[in-house]
């Protein structure tokens, strides 16, 4: 194969309780990478499009290549590299996985290109060090972006993470209101110490979370987003955070919170319709604090990065 | 029904990283209560057999009076009640869900005498009270004591539970050095606040293990039994638990950590003769540390209160 075009989809990564150790994919939105064959050395990154100018050409600065490269050198690729072309399909710094997107691209790509029979989860690693270019070391978007469904990483050291299997049938309503946040800013927001009770809670919830996916029901999952140490934290860096949360609870969210590390806010639906008034109502909150947003109806995905 | 004998299990519960959260029913040992409907208001604690004398006949301190009186008011029992006799069958203060046990048998045997076809999972409020008078407000003793397999708290406020479906044969090695710690003085020593990196080692954990349970994926389970943030508090209340938890390790056990509050060291293993020779190696860690001790095989059951 000389050329591929993949897809890697948009993610939800720390969802409710789940800080740095659960994520799922997003259907319908997420970045492209054109790659090709060439010959010389290492990966060469030729456009960027839709970034609004803004992400840098360098391939050691791109998640995209940097994800490629890695798995050349995991596959000990030499004498041949590729060329890469990104098209951004998600803004930046929205808490939606970007990085990891365009990461999971590129690292899917390579293996395309000069993997040998090798598997996605081979990819997995190269991925999680991209991700630490752009946004620290974290995998919940890089893993979902890359094999799809729901993600939970056990372990970092080792790399260990469990696909959880997840069929029901749930919406994802997604409101960015027109800020950004950077992923390193949100951590630096962070305390370094959480109260013994709030691990009571989140430990019980994320294992609960977990139960839901496990057991497709939409009503676990939903009252099982419920995080009571990162997001009020956190929320302080969106603006009509809380009145948007209640408004999805309002128009009746199974469950809401913060996407990745914000500023978008994701909820839960078990319908379309409620979906679309979630968005509607969330919207209508942040503009009420006189912010834009926009917003999106997607769903869980069960697939990863994959060729178009 | 005028008179029942109920036996509940024992149980372990902190399972790995699920401090307060996850617990299992133990198949094999118990304690037993024997319960007849009798006139007059209340619950009379007749006789506690197998105590040494140590637990109190008051039934304003006893976990199985204290459960059963709870069942009686949640019923709107009056102008009857009911006299116990308690056969304790599990040391005292041990870790293995003691009181638990006598909570569950009494609730349970409270509600057959007096229900009209109301669910065990209806009794379990009235063994978390009743736990609270023995050890503190928590319910991953009680719940498996009187559900029975894995059971996860996902909330205390509302108390909110999950029965993890798990099926795979795992063999449980019990083994108790001759000290006892109570469960409040094991509370005391725990630090108010933990690392947010612990956090997110526990949650992830946590998280995996549940999945162990849902996928009856033994080794999953085992893994996941890492508890970066109780445990190694805790474990200086054990003197020679290192050493029996490397002994359990090198015999081969899938997992290992602290049973409840201590003393007791659970180790998990897929067949029995792992289990005994586990058993062999943490005794003689223990040995070795100039401390006597006492060694069970038992197994995750899906039985909790039941009458006999």
Chains 1, 2 share one sequence.
Not at 132 to 145: I, K, R
Not at 192 to 199: C, E, S
């Amino acid at each position: 194969m000389d050329d591929v075009k993949i897809f890697a989809p948009a993610s939800v990564a720390n969802v409710g309780p789940g800080f740095d150790v659960l994520g799922f994919a997003l259907e319908g939105i997420g970045d492209i990478v054109k790659a090709r064959r060439v010959t010389g050395k290492g990966v060469r990154l030729t456009h960027i499009h839709n970034d609004g100018g803004r992400l840098p050409l360098d391939p050691a600065k791109n998640t995209a290549s940097v994800a490629a490269q890695q798995v050349l050198e995991k596959l000990g690729i030499r004498g041949e590299g590729i060329e890469l072309e990104l098209e951004k399909g998600l803004p930046l710094n929205s808490g939606l996985g970007s990085s990891g997107a365009s990461a999971a691209a590129g690292a899917y790509a390579a293996l395309k290109l000069f993997g040998n029979g090798q598997n996605k989860e081979e990819a997995l690693e190269a991925c999680v060090k991209a991700e630490g270019v752009a946004s620290g070391f974290h995998a919940d978007n890089v893993a979902p972006a890359l094999l799809g469904g729901v993600v939970l990483i056990r372990s970092y050291t080792p790399l260990d993470f469990i696909r959880i299997p997840f069929s029901a049938s749930v919406y994802v309503t997604l409101v960015k209101p027109d800020i950004e946040i950077r992923t390193r800013q949100a951590r630096e927001a962070l305390p370094r110490k959480v109260p013994l009770a709030g691990l009571v809670k989140n430990t019980g919830n994320v294992a609960a979370l977990v139960s839901g996916f496990f057991l497709n029901d939409p009503a676990t999952i939903g009252k099982a987003i419920d995080d009571c140490l990162i997001e009020p934290v956190r929320q302080k860096l969106i603006p009509g955070f809380r009145e948007a949360k209640q408004a999805a609870i309002e128009a009746g969210c199974l469950g809401c919170s913060i996407a990745g590390s914000g500023p978008s806010v994701f909820a839960l639906s078990e319908s379309k319709k409620t979906a679309k008034a979630i968005g509607e109502a969330m919207r209508s909150a942040f503009t009420a604090k006189g912010l834009g947003a926009t917003k999106i109806v997607s769903c869980i995905s069960s697939f990863g990065a994959r060729s178009m």
